[in-house]
Structures are given as C-alpha cells and as structure tokens.
C-alpha cells in the first residue's frame, strides 16, 4: 500500500506510472516500465471499478444538491 502522500494526485494515471510511485515511499511498487496484457486488463478493470463508483458519489453529490 502507498504512503498516500501529498504528492499523490487523485484520478487517472498512465498504464506505466500506475506502477511508480513518486513519492519515494518504496511500499511495494515496480521500477517497471512494461506490463504484461494480463497486467493491463486487470489494471484497466478496476480502474473501470473506481470510475464507477465516483460516477455513482457524483450522482450522490447530485442530488443532495438538487435537495
């Protein structure tokens, strides 16, 4: 697991830096810069994952709003 530090922006992040980790934490991510297709589809899965749950906080946010 990262440190989760400041540096760390929320959102996307390219295939090759989903890997890295900036911060210089060292928990566990590569120095790679290659994935595997296998790698990619689990990465790009849940990353469909997250997309939906922040779709679904957004509609939350929406219609609190809308009151």
Do not use: I
């Amino acid at each position: 697991m990262c440190c989760e530090s400041q540096k760390h922006q929320r959102g996307y992040k390219p295939l090759k830096s989903a890997l890295n980790c900036e911060c210089g934490c060292n928990s566990g991510h590569s120095f790679r810069d290659y994935l595997t297709a296998k790698e990619k589809q689990e990465f790009l899965e849940e990353y469909k994952s997250q997309l939906k749950e922040e779709l679904k906080a957004v509609d939350e946010h929406l219609q609190n709003l809308k009151g």
